[in-house]
């Protein structure tokens, strides 16, 4: 089942790169002899996403020095934990998300239970304000941004009446719990809930919406302050 959201995911962050490619290189993508003309709303939606994109992209770069997401309320995923794609049983080679740094009250955090999930009640969605900042651990002990996060819990999501997954530009937020029968915590730590992640810093080869990023790693988690 997630195979298919993060199939999605791939699909439309793919072609996000692509026309944010063309535009860097300052180049209209030349059309071949048997390509129909892009018609002047597709044109303006293609705009549109670009703009969204380059704007979450300045918003995420204001948390560059991880001092700042200090400053403003973001605090360490409580579990300590760096995140890969092999502690939720999946391919080690699809990479890592880095720790989670989360903003307590866009998330509605509840205050911790020994021995419980991370639990809350938020709904926040706007990747304007991001709930999570993701950051990867360096061997000198600093932190280095690399996407942004919003993170939905699922009982709050549909007690306000909401039947569908959150998205955002068309990418659905993946559905995250724990199967008890698997050795992997495929929830990391946190009770039922969506995510869906924004790789604006540092870029995916797999896709810009893609959960685990291949060119993210926890090697040197050890050493994160």
């Known amino acids: 089942m997630s195979a298919v959201r993060v199939?999605?995911?791939?699909?439309?962050?793919?072609?996000?790169?692509?026309?944010?490619?063309?535009?860097?290189?300052?180049?209209?993508?030349a059309l071949q002899a048997d390509e129909p003309a892009v018609s002047g709303a597709v044109a303006e939606a293609n705009a549109a996403t670009q703009a969204e994109v380059q704007a979450l992209r300045a918003t995420?770069?204001?948390?560059?020095?991880?001092?700042?997401?200090?400053a403003e309320g973001y605090v360490p995923d409580p579990t300590?934990?760096?995140?890969?794609?092999?502690?939720?049983?999946?391919?080690?080679e699809n990479g890592g998300m880095g720790i989670h740094y989360l903003r307590p009250d866009l998330l509605g955090l509840s205050p911790p239970q020994p021995g419980a999930r991370v639990a809350g009640n938020g709904t926040h969605t706007d990747f304007g304000q991001p709930a999570i900042l993701l950051y990867e651990p360096q061997m000198d002990g600093s932190m280095t941004l690399v996407g942004v996060e919003n993170l939905v819990w699922e009982g709050a999501w549909q007690a306000a009446g909401n039947g569908a997954a959150p998205s955002y530009l068309g990418n659905d937020y993946l559905h995250m719990v724990d199967d008890p029968a698997t050795p992997a915590d495929e929830a990391h730590g946190f009770e039922p809930h969506y995510e869906l992640h924004a790789w604006v810093v540092r870029d995916n080869p797999n896709g810009m919406f893609t959960p685990f990023n291949p060119a993210v790693t926890c090697e040197h988690a050890g050493h994160a302050m």
């Open 7 to 29: 199939g999605r995911a791939v699909v439309s962050s793919m072609f996000v790169f692509a026309t944010l490619a063309a535009c860097a290189a300052g180049d209209e993508p």
């Open 60 to 70: 995420a770069e204001r948390y560059t020095d991880v001092n700042v997401a200090l």
């Open 80 to 92: 300590g934990m760096c995140i890969t794609a092999e502690m939720e049983g999946q391919p080690p």
